[in-house]
């Protein structure tokens, strides 16, 4: 066989070249049947250093205190990223949480593409592989907690050669599926609804209607009353019809002012549950509302709650935004505002129950946007389904994927279509994926 030297001045393997993957500094790799030689390359380090990140704060890398300086990757094909996120040490107060973001911008466009990597935990590791996507690159480290301070321990490499992770097993959590080659044995609904991928989120969501409903439209949910769709951020409070609630635990799941996830614990008033409780955050959305059970330690029965709970603006006795109906323990409202750096698919929809003697439809609606710039509403119809008289309802629809963006709302309208007063009883359940908005991994 005969020696080829290989003196090529841009790397094999880079960005502008066919990648080949061979073993890190090794001497000479076979080629279709050719042993060809290679000069011995190294990685070069970018980064390798502890970072202290103060609260509600970014660390450039490269420093820069405009984040506008870049480093150049044009002849390197990955970046090897080792990361790892200290819950102890100097000036924390906290466990903060660390967001990853790489940007690379062409040396001929003026947009950047971007990677945004999830939370990284206190105390959790991560060693991570990126393609390079072009000839320059920077990254941020950002710790979005108020109050809690962050250390880190960096180190990034720029890498000749495509080093991405092995294969990946079944039950293995996959923290950068990007990165992934092959998954054994895998499933990704599966997956996503065992939370064994990172970032990416099976959600199911359950709603009834059981009431003598008249000719007005509601939103799908089991109490006649209208749904209020803010669009401001307001304190909620939160009291049930019944007293003996008292002091039962209610959590609140929703949006704050810039459609950021939020979560608030809180006790009903502890002598009378009828007097309502203000949260400490104002919502901008509410998602959902869920409520303790409670078990009896002598009959080990469980204690649900006995009134009817219900959510609503501190200023506005009338504008419901969750409702638990008695001994339901959570609320069961087909509605959903989508997260910021978030996305959703509507992957199907299941409805069972009867009807009186008219032609009611269910439509779902989605909101333009949570935060309007002029303040108003606007909604766009993108799902119907309309039933006949007296009918037994038995309807199942799959592989919709419907698609919900990120700061905007869906919401399921019941639509009478009559004049009457009927009793009504349906049931719905939705499917949905939750997705990473863009390169978000």
Sequence with gaps: MSILTYNKSVPLGSAYSDALTRPYNADSFLIKNQNVSFEPLTPRETSNRNLFIGSNSTVNIPTS?????????????????????????????????????YFFTPTDKSREFEYISKHISPDESLVDTIPIKSQKFRMELINNNLSSNASIYLNNTLLYFSQYNTHSHHQEQINNPVNLNVRHNNNFYDDAALKNIKNFEYKNICGYLDHATGSSKQIFWNVDRQYFSPTLAYQMRVASSNSLDANLKIKVDGLDIEGNELTEIINLNNTDGTIPVQTSNGFLRVNSATAD????????????????????????STTTQEFIATERTQSNTIKYAVPKGKQI????????????????QLDIFVNRSIIPATGENIFKKV?????????????????????????????????????????????????????????YY
């Design 65 to 101: 205190t405009t984040g506008n300086v870049y480093i150049n990757c044009g002849n390197f094909n990955t970046i090897r990223n080792e990361i790892n996120s200290l819950s102890t040490g100097y000036n924390i107060n906290g466990n903060a949480n660390i967001i990853q973001r």
């Design 383 to 439: 799902f119907t389904s309309r039933f006949q008289d007296n009918q037994n309802i038995a309807q199942h629809f799959t592989n919709l994927n419907i698609k919900v963006d990120e700061l905007q709302e869906f919401y399921m309208e019941f639509n009478p279509n009559g004049t009457a007063t009927q009793d009504t009883f349906i049931t719905a359940s939705m499917n949905l994926i939750e997705y990473p908005k863009k390169d």
């Design 293 to 316: 059970i409670i078990q009896d330690v002598g009959t080990f029965d469980y204690a649900l709650n006995k009134g009817n709970i219900s959510v609503y603006v501190s200023t506005l």
């Design 345 to 360: 698919l509507i992957k199907d929809i299941n409805l069972d129950g009867v009807t009186g003697n008219y032609d009611p």
